[in-house]
Structure formats: structure tokens, C-alpha cells
């Protein structure tokens, strides 16, 4: 059963940085490409980076340029390095596999709010 752990999550004001992390259980993680979610109040689920395995990266529109995406693969970890943060990247931020092979396996996610 493969988990995903999310944290590194707060409230920053406009402008600030984040690094959220995401721990994978189970074995896929060396195996798979993975993605940073995002789910605001009132809109879908939508993916905001994506990670191969070999560290070649892709990124919304919306957060390229702010946003880092790296994972570590011999700590089964994944990180998001986020600057210039505005006030619609709240949300709350979840990890998994990319695409999603198991609708059922996220996890709590991590709330990030932008305010001042």
C-alpha cells in the first residue's frame, strides 16, 4: 500500500516562499514519474509540476519560474521550492505518482494560504 505524506505547508504573505516535501512509501517512487496537485476552494484538482524519474520537469503556466520542482530518489522524497508566492496559490498541495495510477491513494495534502 503506497503513501503519500505531504508537510511543509503555512501561511505566507505575498511575495514569500515555501518548500513543501512529500515522503512515498512503497516502492514506486523509483519507478515513477511524480507531481505536485493543487486543489483550491471551488475548482478541481489540477496538476502544478511533474518530475520523471530522471529529473526532466514540466510546470503549469501558472507557477513556471516561481516554482522548483526536485526529488530525491534514494530518500523516497519530493520537494517544491516555492518564491513570489501570490494569493491564488492557495490551496491545499498534495503529492503522488504522474499520471495518477490510483485515485485512492492521496493523502492529506498540505494546506498553503496567501495572505496579508
Known amino acids: 500500500q503506497v503513501q503519500f505524506v505531504e508537510s511543509g505547508g503555512g501561511l505566507v504573505q505575498p511575495g514569500g516562499s515555501l518548500r513543501l516535501s512529500c515522503g512515498v512509501s512503497?516502492?514506486?517512487?523509483?519507478?515513477?514519474?511524480m507531481g505536485w496537485y493543487r486543489q483550491a476552494p471551488g475548482k478541481q484538482r489540477e496538476l502544478v509540476a511533474r518530475?520523471?524519474?530522471?529529473?526532466?520537469?514540466i510546470y503549469a503556466d501558472s507557477v513556471k519560474g516561481r516554482f522548483t520542482i526536485s526529488r530525491d530518489n534514494a530518500k523516497n522524497t519530493m520537494y517544491l521550492q516555492m518564491n513570489n508566492l501570490k494569493p491564488e496559490d492557495t490551496a491545499i498541495y498534495y503529492c503522488?505518482?504522474?499520471?495518477?495510477?490510483?485515485?485512492?491513494?492521496w493523502g492529506q495534502g498540505t494546506q498553503v494560504t496567501v495572505s496579508s
Open positions: 512503497g516502492s514506486i517512487f523509483s519507478i515513477y514519474a
Open positions: 503522488n505518482t504522474a499520471p495518477v495510477f490510483n485515485a485512492d491513494s
Open positions: 518530475v520523471t524519474r530522471g529529473g526532466s520537469t
